[in-house]
């Protein structure tokens, strides 16, 4: 693949890789509130609005043309299990910044997903160089379950932030809580901090 460049999530260099309260599963569980959606890519758009000069909608032909890093990271879900090693592929969030001219008043992102579903962040977890749209794990495209066609992965927040099925992200100038933030989820989710819940 053209410009490709292999980063490594920082926590991926700890000795210990396994946070507080942790454990290693070799599995991958699949988790979300409510069911899996079937999204048809000749449907799908993904659109960034808000804070920006200009809105701008890509059809996935477009999305999946953009340049795209690799992204070596752990997982871990606030449910205490964690899954090492993980290869993503996709779109870095440093992308989106050539794609649109974010307002001075930007703070956060809101991440939007099929269904409602919404996770916020501020811009500068969002802009971290390991943050990224995926479109592949472990060199496979994601599969329903996980997220195809296109999931935010934030590989330094409990997994809740690496919203699936993602439509677009809007930027804005107040935080406010997403899905899980608004039922019992922490706003931020370091899980070095076990920022779990509050
Ligand atoms: N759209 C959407 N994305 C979501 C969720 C959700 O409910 N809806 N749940 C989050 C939670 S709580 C977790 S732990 C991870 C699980 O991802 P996985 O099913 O690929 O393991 O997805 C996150 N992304
Ligand atoms: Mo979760």
């Known amino acids: 693949m053209k410009n490709e460049k292999i980063i490594r999530s920082p926590d991926t260099e700890r000795k210990n890789r396994v946070p507080p309260g942790q454990r290693v599963t070799e599995k991958w569980p699949v988790l979300q509130y409510g069911g899996v959606p079937n999204i ?19 059809n996935f032909d477009k999305f999946i043309s953009l340049p795209k890093i690799k992204v070596f990271s752990d ?18 969030t440093s992308v989106i910044k050539e794609l649109v001219d974010i307002r001075p008043k930007a703070k956060f992102v809101m991440v939007h ?11 500068d977890d969002f802009f971290q160089p390991d943050v990224l749209f995926a479109v592949k794990h ?11 066609p296109v999931r935010l992965v934030v590989p330094r927040l409990y997994f809740w932030k690496s919203a699936k099925w993602v439509v677009g992200v809007e930027f804005m100038e107040k935080d406010k809580r997403g899905f899980w933030e608004s039922s019992g989820y922490h706003n931020h989710g370091d899980p070095w901090k076990e920022e779990r819940y509050g």
Do not use: A
């Not at 997982?75 to 870095?92: I, P, Q």
């Not at 997903?113 to 811009?123: A, E, P």
């Open 40 to 58: 048809d890519v000749s449907k799908w758009t993904f659109r960034i609005w808000g804070l920006v000069k200009e809105e701008r909608e890509l």
């Open 138 to 148: 472990n060199n496979e495209m994601l599969t329903p379950q996980h997220g195809y």
């Open 75 to 92: 997982v871990h879900c606030v449910t205490s299990w964690s899954k090492l090693d993980n290869l993503w592929e996709g779109v870095s």
């Open 113 to 123: 997903s099929v269904g409602d579903f919404t996770t916020n962040l501020s811009l």
